[in-house]
């Protein structure tokens, strides 16, 4: 495969993988020691809904709206799952279950009814994006990486996903410190006058920021398997949150190139003719990167 | 037109549908009533979401060896094989690595989801694949139900209901106290996989009405709105049985009636709107009966205080004291105690004192746990002790108006 081919079809789909791999799994790994791990399912499930609402009301597919939608949404669900949950007094993982499920419905019975046919909006596009589709048109080579006027044609999921990284990796830099602390022990970094309730939700809505950006570019599947997979598997890796965070980085670049690679060759070398989808395999991937660290990794147990 | 729809007027297809919702919706409700009391609710999602990669290798597999590939047995028995597999490895992946149930839940589901939308992207490439129609499993699809697809559904619901009526008891055991059920003999791990199972079949039954991610729902909502209005396992698992029959019933009509409304997500919402009816009005433990219960003992307590500061000669300056002490006719507008007023004063003063006494003597320590500033000491003891404690009062004051 030659420059001219990989830069303008594989390249993007790739680095847009990889950046929404890194930017779910850095959330997720805080997430994932907090027993928060499906607050990422919820989320995911919740930013159809939000998205859907964001349409109907400004009637444009557009991305800032979109966006604001779907954070919007998220918001909502973790709001309404921690009043149900302190109102009610129900059990954490029942109050989520009514919720994301809720909500969700409501986001296909209001697509279902409203007139979207005109415009790309679906739940299996919800669901399962379309990775493959972000290709760069403009490139004809690695050249081109230094061609201003091919640079203007970048698929815009690229800078935005870019962005989302960035923020995540700055929130997670930043406050790292009482991160750390309030993760491991909540009641000590009380003591220290840590305030650990804003901080829990400043990290939800960093998550949400993460899985809204790169729904619109791989789905909803994806968000979810980046948010868990890749920090439980360095779970089983090391004892120490730097090591975690590092293994965590690895596998889900891994998980992201080897699962683009496989879906868009994957079936040639087994002789079909036809791709199979990224988000998919790319999901596929980590579950086989978790079930290796579940057998062999050295602080499994 | 709702109507014709809830009284079974539509004609026999959607008649079909609404029966068979209503009957998956008591599977539901009773299937998820031991999940959620085992506080396990989101294993379900797992399953579900398990579901999808044997769907498609089903069809895949059916029309390889030349069948039609849509047979609903055929996918539904897939389904369940690869569900199955899938609650194995949370099951494992919980118990046998540091792994909390929930990371474990959340890697099973998405990862078992993406390796099935793998497959459904496999099965569109294939030349037979076009019209598998197999996307409908996500979102659950009506539309040309057929009469023996029904059969199956109500045969299905009606196993796992009778499964659970069987098994009420261990499960009721395990629920509340696993170490118990240890502890007395019986295999724990075995009946949390007979839970499982039901939580299995019911999952599949509904894959085809409700579609799997929502089928979720059917499992968890019912219980929890159950939950609302009773105390007991027996009358939860009534209270789930109906509220997902009636939002099984209730829904599917209300899609049979109006164009263009999928079956599954009316059925989830209608399912919440009975939630949110018990999280508000639900006696006991809803909301508002909370907020009553509040208000009423915020009154008993501001009314109390007031009475012990017009005992003691004090100014009452807090305005829902003045208020509460007026309306009730102890207080006159200017801070006055009114007869009636005093003389609930000095019971208030007298019950006070008495509770002094009982609180500092070790014989009465069971009665001073009582002890909450609101109980009245009749209420506690018998008259002979109340005597015993009325003779060991100090001397009595007089009380300045």
Redesign the interface.
Known sequence: MTGSEFVPLSLVPMLIGICVAVACALPGNFL?LR????I??AIS?VVLPGIVVAFLVTGLVASVPMLLGAAGAALVAVAAIEA?RR?????P??????VF??M???G??LL??SDTSSVHLD??HA??GNLESLIWLDATGWSSLWDPQALAYLPVELPRMVGALVVVALFIAVFWRPLKISTFDEGFARTMGLRTGPLGLALVVVAAVAAVAAFDAVGS??V??M???P??AA??MTNRLETQIAWSVLFATLAAVIGYVL?GYG?LWLG??????A??????V??VL?AGA?LV?P??? | MIWDALLLGLGYNATLVTLGAGILGIAGGVGGSFL?LR????V??AVSHATLPGVGLAFVLMVAMGGDGRNLIGLLAGGAVSAAIGLLCVN??ST?????E??????V??????????V???IQ?MSSGRQAGL?SF??GSTAGMLQSDALVLVLAAALTLALVLILRRPLTLVAFDPDFALATGRNVNRIDLAMMGIVLAVTVVGLKIVGL??I??LL??P??TA??WTERVDRVLLGAGIVGGLSGYVGAAISAAVP???T???I??VS?AL?MIS?LCAPG?G?VS?VVQHRQYQRRVHLRQGLLALAQGQPIYERLTQRLMERGGLMRGDGVATDKGRAHAAQALLDEARWQVVRSDQAYAAAALRYDGLTEMSSVLTPDQLRDIDARLPAPQGVTP
């Open positions: 994932l027993r928060q791990a499906l990422g399912d499930h149900i109102l009610g007094k129900i059990e993982g029942a109050a989520m279950g009514v499920t809720t969700f419905a409501g296909v019975l279902e009814m739940v299996e669901l399962y599947i994806i979810i398997a948010f868990i997979c920090p439980a779970r089983l879906a079936p079909a003719q036809d791709s199979v989808s988000a998919g395999m790319i999901a596929t980590s579950g978790v579940a990794g602080a499994r147990k | 959620f506080k396990r609710a989101l379900s999602d494992w992946l046998r690595t540091r792994l909390a929930d990371a474990a839940i959340g890697a589901l998405s990862v078992f989801f993406g390796f099935g939308i793998v459904l992207t496999y490439t996307e996500l979102l991610i929502l979720v729902a968890i909502i219980p929890v939950r609302f263009d409304v999928p599954g997500p009316i989830v919402l919440f939630f999280l433990r909301v909370s």
